[in-house]
């Protein structure tokens, strides 16, 4: 399977740039997402990628070959859309053997690789049906296996599970991955869905503005964002602004647990990202021990398996709130209004640079 190179990749739409110099490579076999808002340029690049369109400048290699100059079909690479594109006319077994027919593999090659497709991904009683007696995670299915038909080095795949509901596309997802690494193919996966990006990939590139951010496995990008935008992007958790006085983190003149980094310059302005998941939270009983911070309970949230406590930091100012997410069963103590103490370990804030 493929290895991808992206060197130095980009493009402007009436002088607005859309992606700007951007690099990225693939290893083969890896599923890469390009996770990032709306209109960030995640579509561009898969489809400078596929051979669509052009770039302005850079390149595109892909097992060594640089194809920046070769049109679509000359690229070997399978693609998905967000919109079921099957042909409505054809059942999915046509549609899936529809690629190796105008390939000229014989009638039946076509109809065996078809089946063996839709085995893979689950429709071996449906081959017979056309898309519109499919549900919209079946047709999705069908597409995935028409795009794998004709044998591609890559596997691209933009917002395929987007326009599926919750509980389907939760399924897809894992059938999508047990695919991907059955075959072994080289995938890039275009979401704006983190929770999609972190459960699926080996990696994700976190993109905006044209620009990747970080590139990197799901946890490092989750636990050690490089980059404010990806702190706020990735997860919840909370946004205090503070500033290193004697080394130390301090918000509105309150110390604060966390390690400043020793690069950080006395009186510069910072970031402090919280996340949920490591604040622990306790019964106020009157005196406010260091490392911890004094909040009220402003509204509780049910998950099912954990709480969401949303908490009003007191000595601040505008109220700068603070997230804890809890076992529920733990959680039920903690009614709004309550005074409570906040506390977390000194390694679980991120200290970054404000900009
Ligand atoms: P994403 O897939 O991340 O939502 P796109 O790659 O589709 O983003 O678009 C990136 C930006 O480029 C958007 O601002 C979009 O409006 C613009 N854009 C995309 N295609 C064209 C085009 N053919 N002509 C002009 N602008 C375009
Ligand atoms: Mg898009």
Known sequence: MATVALRRISKSYSGRQVLASLDLDLTSGELVCLLGPSGCGKTTLLRIIAGFIRPDSGT??????????????????????????????????????????????????????????????????????????????QQQRVALARALAVQPQMLLLDEPLSALDAQVRAQLR??????????GITTVLVT??????????????????????????????????????????????????????KGAVRVAHVAMLARAASDHAEGC?????????????????????????????????????????????????DGHGLWADLPSEQADRFKPGSRVLASWDEAAPRVMPRN
């Open 60 to 137: 595109v290699v892909v097992a060594g070959k640089d194809v920046t100059a070769l049109p679509p079909a000359a690229r070997q690479m399978g693609m998905v859309f967000q919109s079921y594109s099957l042909f409505p006319n054809m059942t999915a077994l046509d549609n899936v053997r529809f690629g190796p027919r105008v390939a000229g593999v014989g009638k039946e090659q076509q109809v065996s690789r078809a089946r063996e497709l839709l085995a893979l991904v689950g429709l071996t009683e449906h081959g017979e049906k056309f898309p519109h007696q499919l549900s919209g995670g």
């Open 174 to 183: 894992e059938e999508i991955r047990r695919i991907q690494r059955a075959t």
């Open 192 to 245: 704006h869905d983190q929770e999609e990006a972190l459960s699926m990939s080996d990696r994700v590139a976190v993109m905006n503005e044209g620009r990747l951010l970080q590139v990197a496995t799901p946890a490092a990008i989750y636990r050690e964002p490089a980059d404010p935008f990806v702190a706020r992007f990735i997860g919840a958790g909370a946004v205090l602004p503070g500033t290193i006085e």
């Open 269 to 317: 302005a910072v970031d402090l990202y919280i996340r949920p998941e490591h604040v622990r939270l306790e019964s106020m009983n009157g005196h406010i021990p260091p490392g911890s911070v004094a909040a009220e309970v402003n509204e509780t949230t049910f998950f099912g398996s954990l709480t969401r406590v949303k908490l009003t930091l007191q000595d601040m100012p």
